[in-house]
Structure formats: structure tokens, C-alpha cells
């Protein structure tokens, strides 16, 4: 099992706050660990998910500033996690430095850029992989609804149901109000089955509050966690998913507002640019004080870890 050396950190993501955002932990050399080891040590954080680091695949990049990551939830290995990416990046930045960095992921390979604001926090944006969006089947629309305990009438008829893809598989669903989107309390297992079913790794539900201004929350029940404070790859989906809709511009930047149902509010920032099908989010990041103790109050940060 991991030593000192392999002892996570614990950073928070799209939040300049530590009791803010999605905290995640960050292992910096995971070398020695078994995938066991990766597991265990998820499941014993607790937060939505960890990232382990190893060595980069030959010619990725310069050393110290390219990696391979590893993501695992309390309950399994996760092709890719954006606001653990986000938190890893912070991290880094703490030791390296701000700047260029790339990662080697299960979903393909994210470069991530580390800035420095005025006021000194860091912000770090990663580089999705190739998005794409895909219809969903009717009778699938209708088991999340009842999963989740939403009438279809609370539906949102201009923003219709899609799964979309930028490292992770997620279902849009968008709320007709603030109000139905506030108002979550679902069937962990029945949204769960659902979701594998569908390789799904969270539903991301949204609420339209302007042209360019959205509030979103995540269900996670195949990590373990009844919902993800703050989700950079379903973040990254939806950028894919409103340019594929037509709902924004070829070029846009859109602001996404999650977590402040759960009491840990998070932005983040999700940039299209035309002639890219690549979409970018960006957020901050803090490092998490030790004295704050494993929990923060949401079962480790992810909402009630199972």
C-alpha cells in the first residue's frame, strides 16, 4: 500500500476556495501502486476522484511537464476526469511552476495550460479530446426521468436530450426552471443501472439562465457518489453538445455554475473556438490545508460517497 512518498494531496477544482469547488485527490508518483493500491486509496479519500501520476509515454513532452494519469472514483478506474485534470495541473503548478503541461489519459492525450491571475491564483485550462454528440433513444429519456423522479413536462424543449462525449459519456438533461433543477433526489440504484447500461459516467443536468449562462449539477452513482460538485469532462460535453445544437456560437465562452446546491459553488469555464472541435475548460484551483481532515463535509467532497 502507498508510503509517505505516495501520500495523496487534495486540491479543490474551479474554485479559488478550499471549501469550494470539487476536491480531488493528486498522487504525484504512483509508480509503485497496483491498481489495487489506486483503488483503495480512492475509496478511502472518498472524493469524486483521485489521480495517480506515473512517467509519460516516450516523446509526450519535456520532462516535468508531461505525464501518464490515472483516474479512479471510490468504486472504479474513469477513463478521464476534468476536474481532477484541473486540480493535477494546480498541483504541479505548485512545484514547477505555471505553464505548459500534457497528459497522457485512457481517453486520449490533454494538454492543459497553468496561469497565474493578478492576485496570484492559479487557473489552469485543458484541451478536450475530440468531442462528439449522439441521440438517445426515447425509452432511455424516460427510465432516466424515472430514475431521477423528473415529470417530462419539467423538461426544457430547447435544449433536448443528448448524450455527449469529450473524454467521458454523459446524458443532457435540461431543466424548464432553476427550481426542478434545485429539487434533486433520485433513485441511486435505479439511475445507477441505468447509467451503466449506457456506459454513462454522470447525467449532466442543466438550467438555461442566459444566452451564455448555465447551472448544472452531475449525478455520479457509478462512482459511488450521489453527485459531483463541480465536472469538467461533463463540462466539456456540453460545450460539444450546445455548439452541435446550435445553441451558442462556433465561437463562445460559457459559464457554468455547480455545486452551490451542495454548498461547495464552483465556475467553470468552457471556451469553443471555430475551426476546433475541441473544447476547452478552464477554472482555479487551491490546495486543500491538511487541518480541513479528509471530510469535508459531503462524504469526502462527492456528495454522500457510497
Given at each position: 500500500m502507498p508510503d509517505h512518498t505516495t501520500a495523496p494531496l487534495r486540491y479543490t477544482a474551479f474554485s479559488a476556495d478550499p471549501?469550494?469547488?470539487?476536491?480531488?485527490?493528486?498522487?504525484?508518483d504512483a509508480t509503485r501502486l497496483t491498481d489495487s493500491d489506486m483503488l483503495a486509496l480512492a475509496k478511502d479519500l472518498g472524493h469524486s476522484e483521485t489521480a495517480?501520476?506515473?512517467a509519460p509515454p516516450e516523446g509526450l513532452g519535456e520532462a516535468g511537464r508531461a505525464y501518464t494519469v490515472r483516474y479512479f472514483s471510490p468504486r472504479a478506474e474513469v477513463p478521464f476526469c476534468g476536474h481532477a485534470t484541473?486540480?493535477?495541473?494546480v498541483a504541479l503548478a505548485d512545484r514547477v511552476g505555471p505553464g505548459d503541461l500534457v497528459f497522457a489519459t485512457r481517453a486520449g492525450t490533454v494538454p492543459v495550460t497553468v496561469a497565474r491571475t493578478p492576485d496570484g491564483t492559479l487557473r489552469a485550462t485543458l484541451t478536450s479530446v475530440e468531442p462528439y454528440v449522439t441521440d438517445v433513444a426515447d425509452a432511455d429519456v424516460t427510465e432516466a426521468l424515472a430514475a431521477l423522479?423528473?415529470?417530462?413536462?419539467?423538461?426544457?424543449?430547447a435544449l433536448p436530450p443528448r448524450i455527449a462525449f469529450a473524454g467521458a459519456?454523459?446524458?443532457?438533461?435540461?431543466?424548464?426552471?432553476?427550481?426542478?433543477?434545485?429539487?434533486?433526489?433520485?433513485?441511486?440504484?435505479?439511475?445507477?443501472?441505468?447509467?451503466?447500461?449506457?456506459?454513462?459516467?454522470?447525467?449532466?443536468?442543466?438550467?438555461?439562465?442566459?444566452?451564455?449562462?448555465?447551472?448544472?449539477?452531475?449525478p455520479f452513482p457509478v462512482g459511488g457518489v450521489v453527485e459531483d460538485p463541480a465536472t469538467g469532462a461533463a463540462a466539456a460535453a456540453f460545450g460539444a453538445y450546445a455548439r452541435e445544437l446550435g445553441l451558442v456560437p462556433d465561437a463562445a465562452t460559457l459559464t457554468l455554475h455547480q455545486g452551490a446546491?451542495?454548498?461547495?459553488?464552483?465556475?467553470?469555464?468552457?471556451?469553443?473556438?471555430?475551426g476546433d472541435a475541441r473544447v476547452r475548460v478552464g477554472g482555479t484551483g487551491a490546495r486543500i490545508p491538511d487541518e480541513t481532515g479528509a471530510d469535508d463535509g459531503n462524504g469526502g467532497g462527492g456528495g454522500d460517497a457510497r
Open positions: 471549501a469550494g469547488g470539487n476536491p480531488a485527490g493528486v498522487v504525484l495517480f501520476l506515473t484541473i486540480a493535477t495541473a423522479d423528473w415529470p417530462a413536462a419539467d423538461l426544457d424543449p459519456r454523459h446524458l443532457v438533461l435540461a431543466a424548464a426552471t432553476r427550481a426542478r433543477l434545485a429539487n434533486l433526489a433520485y433513485d441511486f440504484d435505479r439511475l445507477e443501472a441505468f447509467m451503466r447500461r449506457l456506459d454513462l459516467t454522470t447525467v449532466q443536468l442543466v438550467w438555461r439562465e442566459s444566452a451564455d449562462v448555465f447551472h448544472v449539477r452531475d446546491d451542495m454548498g461547495r459553488p464552483g465556475v467553470l469555464t468552457v471556451e469553443l473556438r471555430a
